[in-house]
């Protein structure tokens, strides 16, 4: 019980002032309830709207691929400059600090490896999610392809359900197969099937027309970097990304096989959340190599 002594009434009422109705910076996302709204904030910086995630979770499908060969050694020192990481509740739970003190995004499906085709993928209990107070779950949809398609759409289905749940944004990831088209408009349809299945994140690629395929998908997309580029070029790549509407990046192979990781996930930042240019920014990656 609160010391009643000098409990004072209160005189300060805004009588007159119409409350504050706050907007919410994520897309698509205003309707959404507390504790989804907390953990989208956590992701996307609230001054910009913006998020770079570090991804790797590659490791799942690919195993000891180059620059996640030891993650204590080569991610580690990444994550103080990340938004918020990607990666599998394995190495979360064996390589990554607990007091890292960032949202965590998880890859939450798994099947088989690159050494099969696509994948079967099944999704993780939700109360390991939850275990591990991740802030996103993310799972990969399989669009256009004839064997995978309905179950991956289910997965992402089953996921949203478990985890709206408990406040649990879910990020729909499409995933290319070998026989589908880079373009915007398979990019936009797959984009927009996740974002339809309840998908509150889309991670999706850039390509030609990508300002199209962030118009028709009504939540936040973020790209993944793909294969490793020259690092002017990946940075051009972030450039045009977020100038035609992406909400962030969700990159891996090219910052952690970078020749200077801590460097390259810098100059993302800055171009993410200060508008660096290309150029700016790989002039900010070489300064800091120095
Ligand atoms: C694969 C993924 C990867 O995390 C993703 O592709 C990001 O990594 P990269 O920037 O290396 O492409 O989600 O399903």
């Not at 770079?52 to 979770?57: G, I, Q, R, S, Y």
């Not at 962030?248 to 810098?266: C, K, L, T, Y």
Request: net charge negative; charged share 20%; proline share 4%.
């Amino acid at each position: 019980m609160a010391d009643l002594d000098d409990l004072r009434e209160g005189n300060n009422f805004g009588l007159g002032v119409a409350t504050q109705q706050q907007g919410f910076h994520v897309k698509g996302a205003a309707n959404l309830s507390w504790g989804m709204k907390d953990r989208l904030s956590r992701i996307f910086n609230p001054a910009t709207g913006k998020a770079v995630m570090l991804a790797f979770d590659h490791g799942f499908i690919m195993g000891p691929t180059s620059g996640l060969e030891r993650i204590d050694l080569t991610i580690v020192p990444l994550i103080e400059y990340a938004d918020c990481i990607m990666c599998t509740r394995g190495i979360l739970q064996s390589a990554v600090p607990t007091d890292v003190n960032k949202p965590i995004c998880l890859r939450s499906d798994a099947g088989t490896s690159i050494l099969t085709e696509l994948n079967d993928n099944v999704v993780i209990d939700i109360d390991d999610a939850i275990r591990m107070n991740v802030s996103a779950m993310a799972v990969m949809l399989a669009v256009g392809d004839p064997a995978f398609e309905a179950k991956t759409i289910a997965n992402l289905y089953a996921t949203v359900d478990k985890a709206s749940r408990y406040n649990i944004p879910v990020m729909g990831i499409t995933a290319v197969g070998k026989q589908m088209a880079r373009d915007a408009r398979y990019f936009g349809l797959a984009s927009r099937i996740c974002a339809e299945n309840g998908a509150n994140i889309v991670k999706t690629y850039y390509c030609d027309g990508f300002k199209k395929v962030v118009a028709a998908c009504p939540v936040p997309v973020v790209i993944a970097g793909g294969k490793k580029l020259p690092e002017k070029e990946a940075l051009e790549l972030c450039y045009n990304a977020i100038n035609e509407g992406a909400a962030g990046v969700d990159m891996g192979r090219n910052v952690f096989q970078s020749e200077n990781p801590v460097a390259m996930i810098q100059a993302v930042h800055a171009v993410v959340h200060k508008g660096l240019t290309p150029d700016q920014g790989f002039e900010l990656f070489q300064d800091l190599s120095k």
